[in-house]
């Protein structure tokens, strides 16, 4: 069946230190979107990507989609303590609409 | 910025009872939905409705629930016979374009704790 997966399911780092996640289908995709989710709030959009290999920069986050638009990243350079929260994908083109599983980020000040 | 809207924020509710959960999406939006999320768990998709019709429901999404847009405004999910394991926060989101891709804007949620 279609599955969704994303790696890592926590991530704790130090403030300063690079983060990513990723974004894995079972099956290819029409576009992705990112959200992210701050501890005790809602899901916030933070971007969609829809082309082949589509780099896309907002600040300190990179996204990417994968070549074969199976999989996406989102990498967020020297994280701050802002940047705490759970960051979901969710992918286009499913039957189902479906969020991904999650990564729970923690930055340690 | 216009941003949709949810009543109550928190819910308690005995085992059995029915409880009606209400959002306003933003005014120009087309595309309406319900997730749900369990405490540390992922977002999980109810329903879509658009045009007026449930347009997409999850397995979770059975019997017990339903949605109405009663009005212009209003878009609800009732859950007629509430158990503990509905116990969960509830999000409204809408989008105006479909959700195969749009940019859905959630409303803050519901808890809902159901003893």
Known sequence: GQQVMQIPQYQHVQEGEDFTTYCNSSTTLSNIQWYKQRPGGHPVFLIQLVKSGEVKKQKRLTFQFGEAKKNSSLHITATQTTDVGTYFCQPGGYQKVTFGTGTKLQVIP | ?115
């Not at chain 2, 509430?82 to 809408?94: G, I, N, Q």
Request: include cysteine; charge should be negative; charged fraction near 20%.
């Open chain 2, 1 to 115: 910025e216009p941003e949709v809207t949810q009543t109550p924020s928190h819910q308690v509710t005995q085992m059995g009872q029915e409880v009606i959960l209400r959002c306003v999406p933003i005014s120009n939006h087309l595309y309406f939905y319900w997730y749900r999320q369990i405490l540390g768990q992922k977002v999980e998709f109810l329903v879509s409705f658009y045009n007026n019709e449930i347009s997409e429901k999850s397995e979770i999404f059975d019997d017990q629930f339903s949605v109405e847009r009663p009005d212009g405004s209003n878009f609800t999910l009732k859950i007629r016979s509430t158990k503990l394991e509905d116990s969960a926060m509830y999000f409204c989101a809408s989008t105006l374009v479909g959700a195969q891709g749009g940019e859905q804007y959630f409303g803050p949620g519901t808890r809902l704790t159901v003893t």
